[in-house]
C-alpha cells in the first residue's frame, strides 16, 4: 500500500495554520485528508493542574506520540494535513526521525509579529506573548517547499496556492534536505 502525502504546515501559535488546513479540506479534490492539529492533541490531556516537570514530561510525550500518530496514518496510506509548531528543535528532529520524508510538504506558514500579537489578543485562548516568543524559534531551520505569508494572504489563498503546488512537490523534499543535514544517520539506515 502506498503511504499517504503529508502537508505540514509550520508557524507559530495563531500564524493561521488551523485555518489554512480547513479551507486545505475544503479544495482538496485528489484523496481524502485528515487535519491532524497538535492542538487536538494537547486538548485530549487531563484538565487537573500538573507541576511543571509534569507538564513538560506530559507535553514532550504528547509530541511525540502526536509525531508517531501522523506517521501511523500516513502508513496506513492516508493523506493529511498536519498543523504544528516547530517551536523546539527536538520536535523538528523528532518528525524527521519518524516521518517518510519523500512523503512530507513541508509548508512555512508566516505571518507579521504585529498581525500575530492582534490575532493572539483577538482570540484570547492564548497566553498574551506566546507568538512572540515562538516567532524567532520556529522558522529556524530555514528550509521548505514552500512559505505562505498569512498577513498579505487569506487563508483560502494559502490553500490554493498549496493545492497548486502539491502536484510539483521538490526532490529532494524539504525533509530530506533536512534529514540529511540534522540526521545523517537516519539517511544511511533507511
Same mark, same amino acid.
Given at each position: 500500500m502506498a503511504s499517504g502525502r503529508i502537508i505540514f504546515l509550520n508557524g507559530t501559535s495563531s500564524s493561521g495554520k488551523s485555518s489554512i488546513a480547513r479551507e486545505l479540506l475544503e479544495i482538496l479534490d485528489d484523496g481524502?485528508?485528515?487535519?491532524?492539529?497538535?492542538? /487536538? %492533541?494537547?486538548?485530549?490531556? @487531563?484538565?487537573?493542574?500538573?507541576?511543571?516537570?509534569? &507538564?513538560? =514530561? =506530559?507535553?514532550?510525550? @504528547?509530541?511525540? /506520540? %502526536?509525531?508517531?500518530? +501522523?506517521? =501511523?496514518?500516513?502508513a496506513a496510506g492516508n493523506d493529511l494535513v498536519v498543523d504544528h509548531v516547530l517551536s523546539e528543535p527536538w520536535r523538528l528532529l523528532d518528525c524527521l526521525a519518524?516521518?517518510? #520524508?519523500?512523503?512530507?510538504?513541508?509548508? /512555512?506558514?508566516?505571518? #507579521? #509579529?504585529?498581525?500575530?500579537?492582534?490575532r493572539e489578543l483577538a482570540r484570547g485562548d492564548r497566553p498574551p506573548g506566546l507568538a512572540a516568543h515562538q516567532y524567532g524559534l520556529v522558522h529556524r531551520h530555514g528550509d521548505y517547499d514552500l512559505e505562505c505569508d498569512t498577513g498579505t494572504a487569506t487563508p483560502r489563498e494559502c490553500a490554493?496556492? +498549496?493545492?497548486? %503546488? &502539491?502536484?510539483?512537490?521538490? *526532490? #529532494?523534499?524539504?525533509? *530530506?534536505? &533536512?534529514?540529511?543535514?540534522?540526521?545523517?544517520?537516519?539517511v544511511h539506515e533507511g
Open positions: 481524502v485528508f485528515f487535519h491532524l492539529a497538535v492542538d /487536538g %492533541f494537547n486538548a485530549m490531556r @487531563t484538565k487537573r493542574e500538573l507541576g511543571a516537570a509534569e &507538564l513538560d =514530561a =506530559a507535553l514532550r510525550r @504528547t509530541r511525540e /506520540g %502526536f509525531h508517531r500518530s +501522523i506517521a =501511523a496514518m500516513a519518524v516521518l517518510r #520524508p519523500e512523503d512530507v510538504l513541508f509548508v /512555512g506558514v508566516h505571518c #507579521p #509579529p504585529d498581525e500575530l500579537t492582534r490554493q496556492q +498549496i493545492k497548486d %503546488f &502539491l502536484p510539483h512537490r521538490p *526532490t #529532494p523534499t524539504a525533509f *530530506t534536505r &533536512l534529514r540529511r543535514r540534522h540526521l545523517p544517520e537516519a
